[in-house]
């Protein structure tokens, strides 16, 4: 019926499928946690009942900032894989 190759490929296949499918759902997951982005100093001055506010939008404007690097490392690697596919055709 079915040959060693075959059962191989499709053993491969499964694999590669959990392995995916295992690091998507760990993906998922840590980034769901709550962050925490503040540095030490930010923390210090912002400490203290009367404040909350004012540290969940420091938090929040950290967290910001920290996505723009990875918006354009993602922008540009997009750019590469687009001209390299319109170079191939």
């Known amino acids: 019926m079915f040959n060693k190759d075959k059962m191989k490929k499709i053993t491969t296949i499964r694999f590669s499928r959990f ?3 295992s690091f998507f759902l ?3 997951f ?6 925490n982005a ?5 923390r210090a ?5 009367g404040n909350k506010v004012k540290a969940a939008a420091v938090n929040d404007g950290i967290v910001y ?4 690097p990875y918006l354009l ?3 540009i690697g997009y750019a ?4 390299r596919k319109n170079k191939s055709k």
Request: with cysteine; hydrophobic share 55%; aromatic share 10%.
């Open 26 to 28: 760990l993906l998922c």
């Open 45 to 49: 001055a912002l400490s203290g009942e």
């Open 38 to 42: 503040q540095c030490a100093m930010c």
């Open 80 to 83: 590469v894989y687009r001209m």
């Open 65 to 68: 900032l920290m996505v723009i």
């Open 19 to 21: 392995v995916k499918t």
């Open 30 to 35: 840590f980034l769901y946690l709550p962050t």
């Open 73 to 75: 490392v993602g922008a």
